[in-house]
């Protein structure tokens, strides 16, 4: 369970929803011995993710609430499902976005990003320092939970051209071709250097 869902179970529990079964990897997040499912989101900037096959399960759940949380240990809105159109499109002010990645690509990309950290020899927080983010974004890049914005992405490849983890023209390519040279160990730290 990440911290955003111990939030919402806690705050859940404040209203009365105390024998809720948590599902991990399967969407709603929590249901209740009722039958009522709670999906747990967090919110950046006014944008709300889901991925297809969350979106798909939560379609086929009788009743669900979608519980969005930013910092705050209340959800800042409270969603019945039925009231939202398929992604992409608006509830209020929040833009609600359908990826198209599967979560297992989020998580290969997670390790990559940790494989990428440990060649810098950095814990989570001396990494996040230096990319301008909380090292509990870091943590969330890592376990695939959520996407590196593209000037974190940008800062990264910076930070590595930087620190000579790899040549100009992996540089040059961007993120995904750190990720594939760093991340997924396809050339060796000599050949990454060389260049």
């Known amino acids: 369970m990440n911290k ?3 939030k919402a179970k806690q705050w859940l529990q404040k209203q009365g929803y105390n024998d809720l079964v948590f599902q991990q990897r399967i969407s709603p997040d ?16 006014n944008s709300v993710f889901f991925s297809n096959t969350q979106w798909q399960q939560l379609q086929s759940h009788p009743d669900v609430t979608v519980l969005v949380f930013n910092d705050n240990d209340a959800p800042q809105a409270i969603i019945p499902f039925q009231e939202l159109k398929k992604p992409p499109s608006y509830w209020k002010h929040y833009r609600l976005s359908l990826t198209n990645l599967s979560e297992r690509h989020y998580q290969a990309r997670g390790r990559a990003l940790r494989s990428i950290r440990g060649a810098f020899g950095m814990s989570q927080k001396r990494f996040a320092k230096l990319l301008g983010v909380t090292d509990f974004t870091v943590s969330r890049w890592e376990t ?3 996407r590196m914005s593209p000037l974190a992405q940008n800062n990264l490849v910076q930070l590595a051209r930087a620190q000579n983890l790899v040549n100009l023209e992996v540089a040059r390519q961007g993120y995904k071709a750190l990720l594939e040279t760093i991340g997924k160990g396809k050339a060796s730290k000599k050949e990454r250097r060389q260049g």
């Open 144 to 146: 695939g939970h959520h």
């Open 30 to 45: 929590f249901v209740s011995p009722s039958g009522k499912g709670f999906e747990v989101k967090l919110v950046r900037r």
């Open 4 to 6: 955003t869902e111990k």
